[in-house]
């Protein structure tokens, strides 16, 4: 059996006036994040380590931030088309293992739909996405509450 790893890592910064979604799920918050899609830095660093694993190349060059097609796009989209370019290319996931840096929302309360909607996307069972909350301990852009990180390894097998 043939194994790759990927690693992703996407971070984006505060925005009044946007919904804020982490994992494919709506977090209650007063601010979201900004980007050229919905900004699921979750989603994106996911995607990254997909791709990455496959030798695809990046979520900027699948989906740029020029294209008017992916203006406000919903993530999920996203990670549907990229499980599609890996299935193409004869692998499947293993399993993902997860972290996000915030000093707020607190997010353990949203994990488990995290996982149960990241699962369904990728055709996983929701043991097989691993996600972890961690702060800055308020220390750089995250600490200071200007935006989020999120980082990603997945293991990916060839079908």
């Not at 209650?28 to 791709?51: E, F, K, T, Y």
Request: net charge negative.
């Amino acid at each position: 059996m043939q194994i790759r790893v990927g690693f992703g890592y996407d971070m984006h910064r505060f925005a009044e006036g946007r919904d804020l979604w982490i994992g494919g799920v709506k977090l209650a918050h007063s601010r979201g994040l900004s980007g050229h899609s919905d900004a699921d830095v979750l989603i994106h660093a996911i995607c990254d380590a997909l791709l990455g694993a496959a030798n695809l190349r990046d979520i900027g060059y699948h989906f740029p931030d020029t294209s008017p097609d992916y203006k406000d796009a919903d993530s999920k989209i996203l990670l549907r088309k990229c499980i599609s370019l890996l299935y193409e290319k004869g692998y499947r996931v293993g399993n993902i293992d997860s972290t996000v840096c915030a000093e707020q929302p607190k997010l353990n309360p949203y994990i488990p739909a995290m996982q149960q909607v990241l699962a369904e996307l990728m055709g996983l069972d929701s043991d097989d996405i691993s996600i972890k909350a961690t702060t800055s301990e308020k220390m750089g852009f995250v600490g200071r509450e200007e935006g989020i990180t999120a980082y990603a390894v997945a293991l990916i097998e060839k079908r």
